[in-house]
């Protein structure tokens, strides 16, 4: 799992390490039981404080998709259940914007606004 930040991004780097493992859980490129990197390797791998991983790892950890423990890795605890998730949420947002009258295109537009 690769995870990069953009220290010129209006997101704070914590939200974009946290987004960067959302997304990784979301592509299927992890899985429940997989090891997230140590919160000091990671940090000196993006060149950021340890502190902002940390806040990043306890963001995910109140949206219960890792958990962490002293001394030991971080693992992953969501995998297909978040895709799954994920695809409910996206139904969602597909009805309520037809619901207003949005086109598909529209709808599209709507959400590549948000990346």
């Known amino acids: 799992m690769l995870i990069r930040v953009d220290p010129t991004s209006d997101v ?10 959302r997304g ?5 490129d992890l ?13 000196d791998s993006l060149g950021v404080n340890m502190h902002t991983v940390r806040a990043a790892y306890g963001v995910l ?9 002293r001394g030991r890795s971080v693992t992953v605890l ?3 259940e978040t895709q799954a998730t994920l695809l409910q949420l996206a139904s969602g947002l597909v009805g309520a914007a ?8 529209a709808i599209l537009q709507l959400v590549k606004a948000t990346l």
């Open 31 to 43: 899985q429940a039981g997989d090891q997230l990197p140590p919160l000091r390797d990671l940090a």
């Open 12 to 21: 704070s780097l914590f939200e974009q390490i946290a987004a960067s493992v």
């Open 61 to 69: 950890r109140e949206e219960g998709l890792v958990d962490m423990r």
């Open 98 to 105: 037809r619901r207003f009258g949005l086109t598909d295109r």
């Open 24 to 28: 990784a859980l979301a592509r299927g």
């Open 78 to 80: 969501g995998g297909a």
